[in-house]
């Protein structure tokens, strides 16, 4: 594990979060240096402190997404309301993920914090946002999904509505959090003023569905499921291969001419219906087709060695067994880390995507035990007896 400082360090961000958004954005924070301590329910801790799958009892869910973070728990109602306005003022982030209007309930809200600490960035993450008519529903991510309309356009003609492999709507709204979070740190820094940065799940998945919506608003045309496609520019597809399938992403003339030469007919970058970028998308079926008449006879890997070989973007499917074994990303990009837990013992966790020259991101200590730097962070920090920490963990204060 990594022992550099990061390039946030200085900072205390107190991350209420649970679950995955929240946790996700504080991860990256913590990832870049910034000193998190992560706050959780005395006794029961994060939700995914009991998500498979499970290394010694330990949640390899929760240990991804809370390394390099400190483990306090607290309560916030009654005395430890009084605890976590002491700890805001010595904060410069605070991170939640409550439905909108429950910090509010508990006198914790950003209008209330800032009151203690005008310097505050507040950052609350949520279904809907804290405005609008849908701003009290509850979230997941597979709610983010469904009404941003990712679900819609994911899957195969014909097919049903596709959650995708992953909590993309989770990891997007957590991405937004970081970024927003550190563009009101910058203003910070520059005014002395805090701010609330006001994240949505749905929002989020918005966002990333760029030209999809942008085909309605322009066109009036409703996307559908077109599978691996894309509806800006072909071929950038998947294709049928002797051995399985493989990506081949042509995405504007140059490529396909150099596609055309690969697979020995280069007189297909004169044919009328494939001849600007526009007609390949019209015409993708009969192109598809065409491409796959010459991959079908071809392994996944002699495909992607010629199609690199003359400079066009070609990739195989990886698994997940691939994935973690590939020697670019798994060891010259670091994206899989090896970590001593104390509980699980040695594991691997997903590394930092962020690459950082002269401030390195890294691994630098486990996911905290619950409550692990109670004593730290309230006798330490506060100034707390050790009396006084044994009388708020029997009042289930800690």
């Not at 605070?94 to 005008?118: Q, S």
């Not at 709507?169 to 740190?185: E, H, K």
């Not at 219906?273 to 079908?296: G, M, Q, Y």
Request: hydrophobic share 40%; glycine share 10%; with cysteine.
């Amino acid at each position: 594990m990594e022992h550099q400082q990061g390039a946030l360090a200085g900072l205390r961000v107190l991350d209420l979060t649970r679950v995955l958004a929240g946790p996700f954005c504080t991860m990256m924070l913590a990832d870049m240096g910034a000193e998190v301590i992560k706050i959780e329910r005395p006794g029961a801790g994060d939700d995914t402190r009991q998500f498979a799958p499970f290394k010694n009892g330990e949640s390899a869910y929760y240990m991804n997404l809370n390394r390099n973070k400190k483990g306090v728990t607290l309560n916030l109602k009654g005395r430890g309301k009084a605890l976590f306005l002491e700890l805001v003022k010595t904060a410069d982030i605070v991170v939640e993920n409550y439905r909108p209007g429950t910090m509010e309930k508990l006198g914790l809200g950003y209008e209330d914090l800032k009151k203690v600490n005008p310097r505050i960035v507040y950052c609350a993450i949520s279904g809907f946002g804290h405005t609008g008519p849908y701003s009290q529903r509850p979230g997941y991510d597979i709610i983010g999904q469904a009404m941003g309309g990712l679900m819609s356009t994911t899957g195969w003609p014909g097919g049903e509505p596709t959650r995708s492999g992953t909590a993309m709507s989770d990891v997007l709204a957590g991405l937004s959090a970081a970024i927003g979070t550190l563009a009101a740190l910058r203003h910070r820094d520059q005014t002395g003023e805090g701010q609330k940065v006001d994240i949505a799940l749905v929002d989020s998945v918005v966002a990333s569905l760029e030209i999809i919506t942008q085909i309605y608003l322009t066109e009036g045309r409703i996307p559908e499921r077109i599978g691996n496609r894309y509806e800006s520019c072909y071929p950038y597809d998947t294709f049928k291969a002797r051995d399985g399938d493989v990506v081949i992403a042509a995405a504007n003339d140059k490529l396909w001419s150099l596609v055309a030469q690969v697979m020995g007919q280069p007189e297909l970058t004169d044919c009328e219906v494939f001849k600007t970028n526009p007609l390949r998308v019209k015409n993708h079926a009969s192109l598809k087709a065409v491409v796959e008449a010459w991959s079908r006879q071809h392994t996944v890997s002699d495909i992607v060695d010629r199609m690199l070989g003359a400079g066009v973007p070609s990739a195989p499917i990886n698994n997940i067994d691939q994935l973690v074994a590939d020697p670019h990303i798994a060891d010259a990009r670091e994206m899989f880390v090896e970590v001593e837990h104390p509980k699980a013992g040695t594991l691997k966790l997903t590394g930092s995507h962020i690459k950082l020259t002269g401030t390195p991101t890294g691994i630098r200590t486990p996911s905290p035990l619950l409550g692990q730097h109670n004593r730290e962070v309230y006798g330490d920090g506060l100034g707390l007896s050790e009396a006084e920490l044994e009388q708020l963990q029997a009042e289930g204060i800690l």
